[in-house]
């Protein structure tokens, strides 16, 4: 009996766990990646002799237990992390302050010590987490009401709980920015996706955070473990190989690469971002399929890297 092949199109983490699983149960896998690298978010840098992880960084045992039982069974190395966060706004002619180095970094600018709107901001960053817990465990207890709005932006929220505009700009603004690389714009974000997020990391948190981990090789590490795993298993794999169809047939599925080329599985799972998805499922696209995917909203960002030495 011939082995069940099939397709995973996308070599970021979710294509790679997918392709891992599947080889694992004795599945005939081709992998396809449009870069000429595995690990999509995972990308290491190399900067004056040092590695440096420039897309996933960190993790941590309470938020991604399916990832820790991975780099365990992989024998990924794993060290302790820092998670300090700092602000410094207009280009250091407003306000600055950060979390590093207690006190000394909280008061970077002294005069913050003697700033009454400075203080209120502290007091507001630590009722932020009790005032996020109870609207989102609101949201979930009556999320069969339609007559509650889910979507409620994040502006909303911060205004009929009464924060200050230094709040907005010098706390939960960055503190998104940090996350997401986005703009202003993650004000008009719906409330509960935000808030959901802080705190099932417990991002939130004054005390009792779980310890944040990387990977000490950096993300690379655990990606060349996948790959030689998925190697040792018989998986192919393709880089640069842009996938631009996957359609149904009787007997499975078509994968067409830009070059031409064309393959017949007898199933594929697509790891990429959504608008990707549905433009390889073109007009098979479902009415469900084409709802939800077609729902997601992305935005270019431009990120820069400083290195500098201490």
């Known amino acids: 009996m011939s082995k069940v092949r099939v397709a995973v199109v996308g070599g970021g983490i979710s294509g790679l766990m997918s392709a891992y699983v599947l080889a694992k149960e004795g599945m005939e896998v081709v992998l396809y990646e449009k870069e000429d690298y595995l690990g999509g978010h995972a990308n290491t840098v190399m900067v004056d002799g040092t590695q440096l992880d420039i897309g996933f960084i960190i993790f941590n ?4 237990p399916n990832m820790m ?6 024998g990924v ?13 207009a280009q250091g002619q407003g306000c600055e302050w ?4 207690g006190l000394s970094s909280l008061f970077a600018q ?3 010590a003697f700033n009454p709107s400075f203080w209120r901001m502290i007091r507001e960053i630590m009722k932020f987490n009790d005032d996020a817990l109870n609207f989102c465990s609101y949201i979930e207890e009556i999320e069969n009401n339609q007559e509650i709005d889910r979507n409620e932006t994040l502006e909303n929220f911060v205004q009929s709980h009464g924060y200050s505009e230094l709040f907005k ?12 690389s986005c703009s202003e714009g993650v004000m008009s974000f719906s409330a509960y996706s935000v808030l959901s997020f802080f705190l099932n990391h417990h991002a939130l948190q004054l005390y009792g955070r779980p310890q944040w981990l990387t990977v000490k090789g950096r993300s690379q590490d655990y990606v060349n473990k996948v790959r030689k795993e998925l190697e040792l298993r018989g998986c192919q794999i393709r880089t640069n190989s842009q996938v631009c ?22 199933g594929c799972i697509i790891a990429a971002h959504a608008p990707d998805a549905l433009k390889m499922l073109g007009k098979q696209a479902t009415y469900d399929e084409s709802r939800i995917l077609g729902a997601f909203q992305y935005a270019k960002r431009f990120s820069s890297m400083f290195s500098f030495n201490i």
Do not use: H, Q
């Not at 060290?79 to 966060?85: A, I, N, Q, T, V």
């Not at 950060?98 to 180095?101: A, H, Q, W």
């Not at 169809?245 to 007898?266: H, Q």
């Open 61 to 64: 045992r309470v938020t991604y």
């Open 69 to 74: 039982e991975l780099f365990e069974s992989l």
């Open 77 to 89: 190395d794993m060290e302790p992390c820092e998670m300090s966060f700092s602000v410094s706004l």
């Open 98 to 101: 950060g979390t590093r180095n």
């Open 110 to 112: 002294k005069k913050n």
């Open 169 to 180: 700009k010098a706390f939960l603004i960055p503190f998104c920015a940090s996350i997401w």
């Open 245 to 266: 169809s996957v359609l149904t047939i009787d007997e499975g599925c078509t994968v067409t690469c830009k070059d031409g080329s064309e393959e017949v599985y007898n």
